[in-house]
């Protein structure tokens, strides 16, 4: 799923995101939301024997026993440092933990996000377009700006009006960043360990906010032509 190109290396950062077929919309209501955010929590953890849809299946006792079971060992295909979903597409910010732990990861979301979203809406065929995209973070500086992009996206897309409003957007990591939400899928300390506080943070997200946008307006203009 990944361009052969780019080697997925345990121990790196990456910048991974993808699209909907076409661009069309991937979610289309708060609950197709909160089911994507279910099971990324559920994927990144490499220990469950079976898939989230059986998973759900199971009475309500044997699923949190399976649940706090998996939990207590800790072992993870990614680390989620951050991550956005946006109507027609999404962005993620990871640390590959193990071997092809980006490309498994990757895989599941999107198959088993597929599989409700088609059964959902008696639709068939792929949902997302093609292979995901990947690209290295090579430097601490980039690790801060691309966690800083990908937050600032409701925004710049024109999804939000007001650059404050972010700080409420429930399908990000940003909240979570700012202690407003307590999502627990994000390894905060790779980014905050880099920034004095969380208004610290909060500062270095919004104070760019209003040129990010600018540039993705200029970018769209050159895309069109």
């Known amino acids: 799923m990944t361009n052969p190109r780019i080697p997925l290396v345990t121990g790196e950062f990456y910048h991974v995101f993808n699209r909907g077929v076409a661009f069309q919309p991937i979610f289309l209501s708060t609950r197709d939301y909160k089911r994507m955010l279910k099971v990324i929590d559920f994927?990144?953890?490499?220990?469950?024997?079976l898939r989230y849809s059986k998973f759900l299946l199971l009475p309500k006792k044997e699923r949190q026993l399976l649940w706090e079971k998996v939990e207590e060992k800790q072992n993870y295909l990614v680390k989620i440092i951050a991550f956005c979903l946006m109507p027609n597409h999404f962005h993620f910010l990871l640390k590959q933990e193990r071997e092809d732990g980006i490309k498994e990861f990757i895989s599941q979301i999107a198959n088993s996000y597929t599989k409700y979203?088609?059964?959902?809406?008696?639709r068939i065929g792929p949902l997302f377009q093609g292979r995901f995209k990947a690209v290295r973070v090579e430097t601490e500086a980039q690790l801060l700006h691309l966690s800083r992009y990908i937050h600032?996206?409701?925004?710049?897309?024109?999804?939000?009006?007001?650059?404050?409003?972010?700080?409420?957007y429930p399908?990000?990591?940003?909240?979570?960043?700012?202690?407003?939400?307590?999502?627990g899928l994000c390894d905060q300390g790779v980014i905050l360990d880099r920034s004095r506080n969380r208004n610290d943070y909060r500062k270095f997200?919004?104070?760019?906010?209003?040129y990010q946008r600018r540039l993705e307006e200029i970018k769209h203009l050159f895309m069109e032509d």
């Open 43 to 49: 994927y990144r953890r490499s220990d469950f024997p």
């Open 117 to 122: 979203f088609n059964t959902k809406r008696k």
């Open 152 to 168: 600032l996206n409701p925004f710049s897309a024109y999804l939000l009006k007001d650059r404050n409003q972010l700080t409420e």
């Open 171 to 183: 399908y990000s990591s940003f909240p979570e960043y700012l202690g407003k939400k307590e999502l």
């Open 205 to 210: 997200v919004l104070d760019q906010a209003d």
